[in-house]
């Protein structure tokens, strides 16, 4: 950290918060214009695109799995490979407020339709019912 620290030595943009606990969290998600995911390394599921996409924050993530099939699956932002595609991204979804809008409400529709307590409540009575019908 303290490597990363000295980088950002006098930028007034780059700030280390530390830990933060989920209501500030989703305060910083809720006002970001964008989530940037550059993981190098596979992340079995990183909550970080998913409390993005539930405060209607766009991600842009690194195209390795399973986060580019997330991202993809949902329409909630934009993969890169290169930094030259990662600066395309960040200028587009920075001064394209439809574009920037379209991958927060589609994003959000798929986490409030999916990962919400409701909806893997109904698939998990949905599995009772169907397993109780096979036992009739």
Do not use: C
């Not at 099939?69 to 909630?76: L, R």
């Not at 587009?92 to 990962?115: L, P």
């Amino acid at each position: 950290q303290s490597a990363l620290q000295d980088l950002a030595s006098g930028l007034p943009n780059v700030h280390f918060l530390g830990q933060m606990d989920f209501h500030a969290l989703q305060n910083l998600y809720r006002h970001a214009l964008i989530t940037i995911m550059p993981s190098l390394m596979i992340e079995t599921f990183g909550y970080i695109w998913l409390e993005s996409l539930a405060m209607k924050t766009p991600v842009i993530a690194r195209n390795v799995e399973p986060l580019s099939d997330f991202i993809t699956a949902h329409q909630g932002g934009v993969l890169f490979n290169t930094s030259d595609d990662l600066h395309t991204a960040i200028t587009m979804i920075a001064t394209d407020t439809h574009q920037r809008q379209a991958y927060a409400e589609q994003g959000y529709n798929a986490i409030k339709s999916i990962y919400r307590k409701s909806a893997h409540l109904t698939q998990y009575f949905d599995i009772i019912q169907r397993l109780r019908s096979r036992k009739a």
